[in-house]
């Protein structure tokens, strides 16, 4: 498991109040784990905060699973 | 008009025709005695002429004429059909082509003004914000009347005004206007009633004024309960509302047992089923479910959901506390706000608030509430389907059919209003996010939590806003001045008063605090001393508005970006294009949650969800207000480069 896969696991099962066991890549934020639309942006707020990135708001709230953020993020930090 | 005949006085009594005084009785040369049957006359009579039938809409051809009625003093017009008057018809004046029939009482009991400058406790229950209303009042007179107590002169001078306007209504007869239809209505007492009114089974009304004219009808319907009350033209109030001490205003709906007190309802709103109690209900504030209380607020372009309530005191020194929602609030079902509170504009209220709250440096947010704490996202709202769709229904549903309309009202949602409040917004969610302690999830903002990690975001999205409004101004100005080069299109306009200005909101009316002062002092010194003159003042206000609004962009896109508007057109279009692009986008996003996931729970009761949802609901690619936001995004590139062409 990557590092930021971790990271991105700690942060949404805090955000969003779900056992972080029970999360894996292919878990959808909305569907799955309960993502409002508030608690997405903050998702997208907090990610930027933890990975010390900018994120592009649309792109980023096109992501729909756990697993696609941590390739969006890892993208982002590729290019740092 | 000429007496009676004897002949004439012989065939009225053949027809079971009684006067206490027939020599009291004034009649039309073509007087037609068959015309009269059953009926009771006492004291003055002038009765006009009696020629052909009037239909109420029922299919029922009725001959013109007074049959089983009961008459005191009372003055008629042409071609009325009067009939079945149960009570009595006293100290009346009747104009052309009335209707009444099957009626109890309809009676001038006195020296009245009809409704007209009775003071009511609005806004604040326990008194000292009374408002004199009466059929002239506009929401921007109540407006100022009610919230400027300060301004002890200008108060004083606006309920002068009530009073000489109401002091000219006074009388000691009861008015029924050309072509006006009462019907199955048990008492109007004390009620004036303008042209081509309808009242259609009232209850009781009792000093109360029914402006009405041909083109913006008013309407009264079944079991209504009326007192001290004014109801404007084009409005109803219907299906057995109470109305105690209330203004309904122009195009307004009551109904459906909707209970008002000491309450004004100003142009287009609506209240049904629940209740009012001191609310000032500026334009478009809506009130449909039982169980909802608007309470001592002030409240335009509102929405109550289903048991929305407040409380307006304590317990303590009684009804003290009053609370503001600026223009454009939502509250969600079961929303509790506690007064005093203030939110800022087009807000969206959900949940229970038990703290007192100062949100209206914060527009275009939600108010949520998390464990019993208040929490703010602020600009959140703009980017919800809601709002982009409310911000154009309201002009497209303006049912004012007056050529004159008293309430005056600048409908944009993105306005300097708004825009001086993002500005100030912009700067404080900064501060904040600077100060804050990276280790903390709320920081503090006159009362309610904001969550430090989204400070930035809505400091972003604020941002994202103004660009967008910056641009829309810009274009329409661009567009609007065709000829001309840039440079004299985009240089202060002289009609307008300087950018620099504060601006307000008086209900529904936007406006620079330059051109208000001006007016209060026009009041002050008594220069505008009647309706007519202060109507025509606030005219000139709502008439400057597009002046005044590109003065206060260009003023503040300097101060905001540090640049003149003329010398950075083409970055304010870039950034105005991607702004654009990226808020349909969101609302875009907004509206495609409605199409999935939880929003099908209950849909294909035994079975086939999907194809039940898309036959109730439509498909996203096919919904119309989707579609509509596609073609506008689709223009935004189109636009961006027709006017890039023109730099």
């Known amino acids: 498991?990557?590092?930021?896969?971790?990271?991105?696991?700690?942060?949404?099962?805090?955000?969003?109040?779900?056992?972080?066991?029970?999360?894996?890549?292919?878990?959808?934020?909305?569907?799955?784990?309960?993502?409002?639309?508030?608690?997405?942006?903050?998702?997208?707020?907090?990610?930027?905060?933890?990975?010390?990135?900018?994120?592009?708001?649309?792109?980023?709230?096109?992501?729909?699973?756990?697993?696609?953020?941590?390739?969006?993020?890892?993208?982002?930090?590729?290019?740092k | 008009m000429a007496k009676l005949s004897k002949e004439q006085i012989k065939a009225l009594q053949e027809n079971r025709c009684y006067a206490d005084d027939w020599s009291k009785i004034e009649i039309p040369d073509d007087f037609k005695t068959d015309r009269i049957q059953d009926c009771y006359f006492k004291g003055n009579i002038k009765i006009g002429k009696l020629n052909g039938k009037v239909d109420i809409g029922d299919g029922i051809e009725r001959a013109c004429g007074i049959y089983r009625a009961k008459l005191n003093n009372v003055n008629i017009g042409d071609?009325?059909?009067?009939?079945?008057?149960?009570?009595?018809?006293?100290?009346?004046?009747?104009?052309?082509?009335?209707?009444?029939?099957?009626?109890?009482?309809?009676?001038?009991?006195?020296?009245?003004?009809?409704?007209?400058?009775?003071?009511?406790?609005?806004?604040?229950?326990?008194?000292?914000?009374?408002?004199?209303?009466?059929?002239?009042?506009?929401?921007?007179?109540?407006?100022?009347?009610?919230?400027?107590?300060?301004?002890?002169?200008?108060?004083?001078?606006?309920?002068?005004?009530?009073?000489?306007?109401?002091?000219?209504?006074?009388?000691?007869r009861i008015y029924i206007g050309k072509e006006a239809k009462i019907l199955n209505s048990v008492m109007l007492n004390n009620v004036y009633v303008g042209e081509a009114a309808e009242i259609k089974g009232a209850q009781y009304l009792y000093e109360g004024t029914i402006d009405s004219s041909k083109e913006a009808k008013t309407e009264i319907g079944n079991g209504v309960v009326a007192e001290h009350f004014i109801v404007q033209k084009g409005a109803s109030v219907k299906e057995g509302a109470m109305i105690f001490s209330s203004l309904v205003g122009e195009g307004t709906k009551i109904g459906e047992q909707f209970s008002a007190k000491s309450s004004v309802f100003f142009a287009n709103s609506e209240g049904f089923h629940s209740e009012a109690c001191s609310a000032f209900c500026g334009p478009y504030s809506v009130s449909h479910h039982r169980s909802?209380?608007?309470?001592?607020?002030?409240?335009?372009?509102?929405?109550?959901?289903?048991?929305?309530?407040?409380?307006?005191?304590?317990?303590k020194l009684g009804p003290i506390h009053q609370g503001i929602l600026e223009r454009g609030c939502k509250t969600g079902s079961f929303s509790y706000l506690l007064w005093p509170s203030k939110v800022g504009a087009f807000s969206v209220v959900i949940g229970k608030h038990y703290a007192n709250f100062d949100t209206s440096d914060l527009p275009f947010s939600y108010i949520t509430d998390e464990d019993g704490k208040s929490i703010i996202t602020p600009a959140m709202n703009f980017f919800t389907v809601g709002t982009v769709r409310d911000g154009e229904k309201w002009p497209a549903r303006d049912r004012r059919k007056n050529k004159k309309k008293l309430d005056l009202i600048i409908f944009?949602?993105?306005?300097?209003?708004?825009?001086?409040?993002?500005?100030?917004?912009?700067?404080?969610?900064?501060?904040?996010?600077?100060?804050?302690?990276?280790?903390?999830?709320?920081?503090?903002?006159?009362?309610?939590?904001?969550?430090?990690?989204?400070?930035?975001?809505n400091k972003k999205y604020y941002q994202l806003i103004l660009s967008k409004y910056f641009g829309d101004v810009l274009i329409k100005r661009m567009q609007k001045s065709n000829a001309g080069k840039i440079s004299e299109i985009l240089k202060i306009d002289v009609q307008g008063v300087s950018?620099?200005?504060?601006?307000?909101?008086?209900?529904?009316?936007?406006?620079?605090?330059?051109?208000?002062?001006?007016?209060?002092?026009?009041?002050?010194?008594?220069?505008?001393?009647?309706?007519?003159?202060?109507?025509?003042?606030?005219?000139?206000?709502?008439?400057?508005?597009?002046?005044?609004?590109?003065?206060?962009?260009?003023?503040?896109?300097?101060?905001?970006?540090?640049?003149?508007?003329?010398?950075?057109?083409?970055?304010?279009?870039?950034?105005?294009?991607?702004?654009?692009?990226?808020?349909?986008?969101?609302?875009?996003?907004?509206?495609?949650?409605?199409?999935?996931?939880?929003?099908?729970?209950g849909f294909g009761i035994d079975g086939n969800q999907d194809a039940d949802f898309e036959a109730v609901r439509g498909k996203y690619d096919t919904n119309k207000f989707v579609k509509q936001l596609l073609e506008r995004k689709s223009k935004v590139e189109e636009t961006y480069n027709l006017l890039k062409g023109k730099l």
């Not at chain 2, 900064?430 to 930035?456: C, H, M, P, T």
Request: hydrophobic residues 40%.
């Open chain 2, 412 to 457: 944009d949602v993105l306005s300097p209003f708004t825009g001086q409040k993002m500005i100030k917004a912009i700067k404080i969610l900064q501060e904040l996010y600077d100060s804050a302690d990276k280790g903390v999830e709320f920081v503090k903002y006159n009362g309610i939590n904001i969550k430090r990690v989204l400070l930035k975001t």
């Open chain 1, 1 to 79: 498991m990557s590092d930021t896969f971790e990271r991105v696991k700690k942060v949404t099962a805090e955000l969003l109040k779900v056992d972080e066991s029970k999360i894996t890549e292919s878990s959808r934020f909305v569907e799955d784990l309960g993502a409002e639309s508030v608690q997405s942006i903050e998702l997208v707020a907090t990610f930027e905060e933890e990975f010390g990135i900018e994120m592009d708001e649309n792109e980023a709230l096109a992501v729909k699973t756990v697993g696609d953020a941590v390739k969006f993020i890892d993208n982002i930090l590729s290019k």
């Open chain 2, 79 to 172: 071609n009325c059909y009067i009939a079945d008057v149960k009570g009595w018809i006293s100290n009346a004046d009747i104009d052309d082509n009335v209707v009444i029939e099957n009626v109890g009482d309809i009676k001038c009991t006195g020296e009245t003004t009809f409704g007209n400058g009775n003071p009511i406790e609005v806004l604040n229950e326990g008194g000292g914000r009374e408002l004199k209303i009466t059929t002239k009042t506009s929401a921007q007179i109540a407006y100022l009347t009610v919230l400027y107590r300060d301004k002890k002169n200008l108060v004083e001078k606006l309920n002068n005004i009530a009073d000489k306007f109401s002091a000219s209504f006074k009388k000691n």
């Open chain 2, 499 to 601: 950018g620099k200005n504060e601006w307000v909101d008086i209900c529904g009316l936007l406006c620079t605090k330059e051109r208000l002062n001006k007016l209060i002092s026009e009041i002050e010194s008594g220069k505008i001393d009647d309706f007519e003159n202060l109507q025509q003042e606030l005219e000139k206000i709502y008439n400057s508005y597009e002046a005044d609004e590109w003065n206060w962009v260009m003023e503040n896109y300097k101060e905001y970006t540090g640049k003149e508007i003329v010398s950075d057109i083409p970055a304010l279009l870039d950034a105005w294009k991607e702004a654009s692009v990226k808020l349909y986008d969101m609302v875009l996003n907004d509206a495609q949650k409605e199409f999935v996931g939880n929003t099908r729970i």
């Open chain 2, 292 to 315: 909802t209380l608007l309470i001592a607020g002030l409240f335009s372009f509102y929405n109550a959901g289903s048991g929305t309530n407040q409380s307006n005191h304590m317990y």
